[in-house]
């Protein structure tokens, strides 16, 4: 098969720019360690109050024998709640979040703290933060009307 010259030439050029795209984004996210959230746990959103881990007074944080954090959090239009959550910085948190309602998405900016939250699951994230301070909690999936205004606060304070 005859493949003109300059046809040859672009292809490897086309090729080339794909790997070090494909590279640059493995790069990204290795460096800021971003991955996948690999929990696969379900749970029945329209009972999230009868269940044990996401009942109104069982969310929150809870500090672990080993020293770690866990924060349970519910999403629901248009909160993540309780409304304010507060860690030690640089320690090992876990959040699990689930919905009350439809699909959300939670992410803190500057952190690397970030999931959607499907319904009908149990978001996991694993991370810690180095830098102390406030941080939103802000929904990041179209979830309705008051998408806009749907936010919490986070608080990484000093670890005495
Ligand atoms: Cu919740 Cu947008």
Redesign the pocket.
């Known amino acids: 098969m005859h493949v003109d010259r300059y046809e040859k030439i672009w292809i490897y050029v086309s090729s080339i720019v794909t790997a070090v795209m494909v590279g640059l984004l493995g790069f990204y996210a290795v460096a800021n360690n971003i991955h996948p959230p690999s929990n696969v746990e379900t749970i029945d959103s329209a009972s999230l109050h009868l269940s044990e881990d996401f009942a109104e007074d069982n969310l929150g944080v809870v500090e672990n024998s080993d020293g770690s954090v866990t924060v349970t959090m519910v999403?629901a239009?248009?909160g993540f709640y309780p409304r304010r959550v507060e860690v030690p910085a640089n320690t090992p948190v876990k959040f699990r979040l689930a919905s009350f309602d439809?699909l959300?998405?939670v992410h803190a900016p500057g952190t690397n703290m970030a999931t959607m939250v499907v319904p009908g699951y149990v978001s996991e994230v694993n991370t810690r933060f180095p830098a102390p301070g406030e941080y939103p909690l802000l929904?990041?999936?179209?979830?309705?009307l008051g998408?806009d205004q749907?936010w919490s606060r986070l608080v990484v304070t000093v670890r005495e």
Request: net charge neutral; hydrophobic share 20%; glycine share 14%.
């Open positions: 999403a239009r248009y439809v959300h998405g929904c990041n999936e179209y979830c309705g998408h749907m």
